[in-house]
């Protein structure tokens, strides 16, 4: 190989290395940045700050347990109605739909991403709250004794917000799971066929073969949904506590950052709030982290049948 030709080689190999040197950097700086702004308030409260539900700024005491629970609370429960809707979609696009619909669906579904959160929250607040006010005035009295349907029907709660929040991460999983679905083989589809199944049978074949990268659509879309702010704030009711009810106003990390960041008048305050963005930004790091150790041991055990077939099949 010529010198020069191996140089441009090395050059392109160490300029892209940087880049991507860039990216581990800009993360280290963002947690450093939250980690330095904090300290005041990691200084007075410690790991209490975690775990108590005080949230009393005039008397200086802070703890970030219901945001954190209304954070998680409110992306799980929107995984939960978002997960069927969105695979549904794509399968739907990718194995089922007719030619002449599967382009505009396609758009449909990625024009839904590309709408601003604050559309998503005046919607939720025309729309979605009187009809989820509705519902809770239509719940029976005997599941309204029950924790999970307990509260007043004020439209405004944990519901409204999963609701809102299902319907913003539906085009990020069913786009990706779409792509993961279209780069599956045709002969897995052709070797299903083959061997009798019938069609539900060949898109379960398929959804096997595509698991990871189904799992994988699923994570990053809540990781979209821990971070949402505008349309969230606008739905849940933005009070500071621990609830399971579905029908409770509640509060996430993002969204008592937005409301009172410009009201933090002391030191203390402002250190509690920029702490609670700390603590998203580790809840973040930790559910891709775990995501990616998810896939590694799925694509691990994989490659362990993958390699045990042929063996069997020579012995």
């Known amino acids: 190989m010529p010198r020069s030709r191996s140089r441009s080689e090395s050059g392109f ?64 429960l929107a995984l939960v109605i978002a997960t069927p809707i969105a695979l549904g979609i794509a399968i739907f696009i990718s194995e089922l739909s007719p030619a002449a619909l599967r382009q ?58 999963g609701l809102v929040l299902a319907v913003m991460v539906v085009p990020f999983i069913s786009s990706v799971s779409r792509e993961v679905l279209k780069a599956v083989p045709v002969a897995q589809r052709e070797g299903a066929y083959a061997l009798g199944a019938t069609r539900f049978e060949a898109i379960r074949a398929v959804l096997f073969y595509a698991r990871t990268g189904i799992i994988g659509a699923i994570m990053l879309g809540f990781g979209r949904a821990l971070g949402e702010t505008m349309a969230v704030t606008m739905v849940i009711g933005n009070d500071p506590r621990v609830s399971l009810s579905l029908f409770a106003p509640q509060y996430t990390m993002a969204a008592v950052i937005a409301n009172e960041f410009t009201e933090a008048a002391d030191e203390l305050y402002l250190s509690a709030l920029v702490e609670i963005g700390l603590v998203l930004f580790v809840i973040t790091l930790l559910v891709n982290t775990l995501s990616r150790v998810l896939l590694w041991s799925m694509n691990r055990s994989r490659r362990r049948v993958a390699v045990r077939k042929p063996a069997e099949a020579t012995a």
Not at 47 to 62: N, S, Y
Not at 132 to 159: D, I, N, Q, W
């Open 13 to 76: 190999r160490i300029g892209t290395g940087l880049f991507g040197l860039i990216l581990i950097g800009i993360v280290c700086a963002i947690g450093v940045v939250l980690t330095v702004e904090s300290m005041a308030s990691i200084r007075r409260f410690g790991w209490d700050f975690w775990r108590t539900d005080l949230w009393d700024p005039v008397a200086g005491e802070f703890g970030a347990l219901p945001f954190i629970w209304g954070t998680l609370y409110s992306s799980v």
């Open 104 to 161: 505009p669906l396609v758009f449909l579904t990625e024009l839904l991403a590309a709408i601003p959160s604050i559309v998503y929250g005046l919607w939720g607040i025309f729309v979605l709250v009187p009809a989820v006010r509705a519902l809770e005035s239509a719940t029976p009295e005997v599941l309204r004794g029950t924790p999970l349907f307990a509260g007043p029907p004020l439209g405004l709660g944990m519901l409204s917000a």
